[in-house]
């Protein structure tokens, strides 16, 4: 079975930084694309980032560009999302997909 178990959310105050990480297990890491999404309380799930198999094609919304940066170790089976110049309206559970699965979410808080 497809496990996507995403850690590393907590409280921040606005500009400050995270990095999220995301363990996958139950496939073949390395020969997929992989994304990060989130969803804010009441409001539906965003896309915030897509990076290729190889790591190569990377993909942001517009709301993260320039702040966050998405990663991944395929030796490791991880993603990571480094985000940066945090702002309250990045307050969202964060999950990993691949193709339709979701894992667990990590909440992140910006709040001073």
């Known amino acids: 079975d497809v496990q996507l178990q995403a850690s590393g959310g907590g409280l921040v105050q606005p500009g400050g930084s995270l990095r999220l990480s995301c363990a996958a297990f139950?496939?073949?890491?390395?020969?997929?694309?992989m994304s990060w999404v989130r969803q804010a309380p009441g409001k539906e799930l965003e896309r915030v980032s897509t990076i290729g198999s190889g790591g190569i094609i990377i993909n942001y919304a517009d709301s993260v560009k320039g702040r966050f940066t998405i990663s991944r170790d395929n030796a490791k089976n991880t993603l990571y999302l480094q985000m940066n110049r945090l702002k309250p309206e990045d307050t969202a559970v964060y999950y990993c997909?691949?193709?339709?699965?979701r894992g667990q979410g990590t909440l992140v808080t910006v709040s001073s």
């Open positions: 139950g496939f073949t890491f390395s020969r997929f694309a």
């Open positions: 997909t691949m193709g339709g699965a």
